[in-house]
């Protein structure tokens, strides 16, 4: 599983399996159009941008991914119905759970069925499997329609320009420290530690901030240097001040620089 294979236009639904003995058996369906980003996500926690149902669960493994949706939305109901078979009209026939099945199990036998039905056995999607620890056959007179091809090994997503010519891909100083999407400038928020060259998106930064039960930042580590410092002092520097200043602050000294919520909003 060496070959590393790069899709166009990637638009994927993806099965995890949890490697935390203590959550031993429990999986995750997801939809994504990075599965390489969205897997670091997961294992990061719900703050990086992973799921609430993964966070602090893991280590995740991505089992495999469907992928060849031709939009966002084919995929998002591909991914809706697969987490709620028994909610679909399509998947009525699908037997319920059994009560010794594994739950890993029933996700495929769920899938295996979901391949043969309208309208997802018209379109032309490939079953990837990403660990070969995890590979199952397909049951008996269930195999996907032949025009579905069934690989395995890593993928890289590639997007298309507007004009239909490869983007580029983003470079690592292009991408947020949290959240690994693309950042622009001016919206991108800097730490106060000059020695830091960590870039992120002002909500991901907050919600690293952010302590249970808090609605608006206070204070909090850098997620990269993991230097304290006061919200309002990154918000300051978001908006232009400090831009010649190294502040790395104390806290417990610092309580002159707090700012109100109205400024941090």
Known sequence: MNNVETVENFFGVYLLYCLNPKYAGRTY???TVDPNRRIKQHNKGLQYGG????SNRGPWTMVMIIHGFPNDI???RFEWAWQHPHASRRLQHVSKK?????????????????????????LPLTIRWLNEEFIREFPVGKCPPMHMPICHGPVVSKKLKAQGSLSQEPKESDLCYICFNIIEPPKQMTCLNSDCNILCHILCMSKSFLSKGEYVPVEGKCPKCENHFLWGDLVRKY???YENIDMKVNVAQANDFYCSDEEVL
Do not use: H
């Open 98 to 122: 059994k009560a010794r099945e594994k739950t890993y199990d029933f996700c495929l036998r769920v899938l295996s069925e979901m391949l043969l039905v309208g309208p997802w056995n018209r």
């Open 74 to 76: 084919s995929a998002l």
């Open 239 to 241: 908006k232009g001040c």
């Open 51 to 54: 799921a609430w149902k993964t």
């Open 29 to 31: 369906i997801g939809y």
